[in-house]
């Protein structure tokens, strides 16, 4: 290893199959202690880069330094010292029990016409027990779960004991008990100092367990770096050509990507929503999901309305957390709602940092005040003239339940 | 456990087979002779001397074609289970990939073209010359694409097979009668009148070969991850098969010089032992090479004396044997899981 930790320097790396480039000019690199994920959608080239870089294809153009060293001049087992590879191919069952599997990742690190010894069966044994197949040795391969399997070509790549660690798709048949062990053992390889890169479907999990991803883009890098700067909602729509929004998971605070549900197009009627607390989120989704065109606001910074609004792309206003609404902030939001046909007041509780959404309520055309429903935020005041301008508002309003205007809109809606 | 003791287990059946073989026959030889023959050759005078028929007997007609048998029934379980172990496929063997019938169409342009009567090493050279270029179409078509499924691969060889087979037929047809006969005769595959020279032919190429066969075992397991696992690991897995396929193919091409080609040995011993010792080929070649050696003897034997003076010859009682084992072998398979060999 050279001193930046630079184990795999890769650049330029072109690859072509019948005239038709399968990569087209990705540099790659990896340095010890870095877990690297490559995401892309099918097809992108994730494995095909992965078998470039362990030298089981040549590329057409492109160079490819393993620990500073140019990798064709690397002999076979030597090579097999330094990079170790956990492939998709299927193991042919010609009854090869799991431990003549796992043994077989010991085959670079001996000599001609020697054996394994007996420090390499307890390796083997102790790799097996690792990856949480303990006693698996002479259990047939052919006959264990498509996930056992790939535990135990994983304990096979532990076991060649190379420093830099390419798996390809190491959890593409494991339940998530198993992927978030297989990927917690792919960090510890990084903690000893390896490097580690695995192509990975799931996003979710790229972003959890990667210190850095990649992203492809039929065969190009449409994106590198944090896990934060790769998966934003716009790359992605581009690359994977579907629509997402990314959030952070309440339990671990890693990145989760989802995917929008189709919206049915439906041309014409603008809906301004104002909420808070919460209270349009599920009126929210509804109507998204229903294609109208929605606008929203005044939010409060990180409420989850205001959250919702962002990852969704709906157009909106917001201020800082806890800042009260000033007449300013309603006379800039009063255009969403003014342009709005139909203007809906969620149930949420009103104080003075909020009462200014009254006062924006008031402008709108038509205005349907929601009454709160169980499971709902209760419409209480903080302020005494708060409830002065809801009921003055309620006047001119109609007041009717979340179902009761789904109903009434979809019903109604197909005016052109 | 098994493997400890299937090695004494075979030798000791291959003793067994060997005495018994020699014993048995139109003419029965009392063990006696083959001891007191046995000592006369490495010049020991403790016995009298053997019947000079039963010496006779022992060293001109039985001992060489038990020893023809024994290698060639060898060299064709050997290149049956490398075979199976670098297709990673249980069906592969030099008969299933053609690798035969192409020794065949060299055996028969041999005889036709009359050089068979006029040297030794013509005949062997032509079916060596036949097994490679069959050998060869098959690992061209093998490398078309990386990973080639299971059933492709006998298919491909099952075409290769009825290629030579065909050229071979229209060969016969524009031959003299008695070049047919010779040929047909010897398509059957046997082992009466083998001699000391046809081992003498033989032997120094097939030793070899199994031999090194033998020390790739390692390699050959590797074969199991696929290609690119294989590779990873530090085997330079196109160097290796056109090793272990040319070793096949002059062994095989060589050991059906000496018999004719005799089927189901190279499909059917790799695979009962893989079943008996497991699929490590440190293992499975020697036990397959034993086996395979001993399978022939008895095989051979079972011929001679089945319906004396009548001899059934080799090739008809292996496949009168194998036969029923494969019908099990496809039964068993159908009726577990994934329709697996």
Redesign the interface.
Known sequence: MNESGLLLDARGIEYIVDGKPILSGVDFTARSGELVGVIGPNGAGKTTLLRTICGLIRPARGDILLSGRPLQSIPHKEKARMVSYMSQEDVVDLGFNVLEIVLMGRYPHLGAFRGESMEDRELAGRMLSYVGLPGFENRRFGELSGGERQLVLFAKTLVQDAGLVVLDEPSSHLDMRHEDSIFSMAQELAREGRAVIASVHNLNVAARYCSSLLLLDKGSVAGRGEPGAVLEAGALERVYGVKTFVSRSIGTGSLMVGVVPPRASRKGMRIHIIGGAGSAVNLTRELHRLGFVLTGGIAHAFDSDEILWKSLGIEHRSIGAFSRITDRDVVDAARLVESAEIVVLCSFPIGMANVGNLELASRAGRLVVLKPEKGDVERSFFAAEAREAFEKLCRGAECTTREALLSMISSGAPQE | MKRTIVFPVLFLSLATAIVLSIGLGTVRVPPLSLLETLLKGVGVNWLPAPLERDATIIVFLRLPRILAALLVGSTLAVCGAVM??MF???MASPEVLGVSAGGSLGAVIAITAGIAGRSFLALPLATVAGAVIASAVIYAISSLRG?VS?LFIVIAGMAVSSLFNGATSALLMFSREHEVSQFIFWTMGGLEGRTWMHLAVSAPVLVPCIAVLA?HS?EL?????????A??????VEATKRLLLILCAVATGTAISVSGPIGFIGLLVPHFF??VV???N?ILIPASALGGGIFLILCDLLGRILAPPLEIRVGIITAIMGSPYLIFLVVRSQMRRGG?L
């Open positions: 199976q172990g990673g496929n249980p990973n299971l020390v390692r397991n590797l074969f199991a991850l696929g290609e690119h696992g590779a990873s690991l530090g085997m330079d893989r079943f497991g699929a490590d440190r697996r």
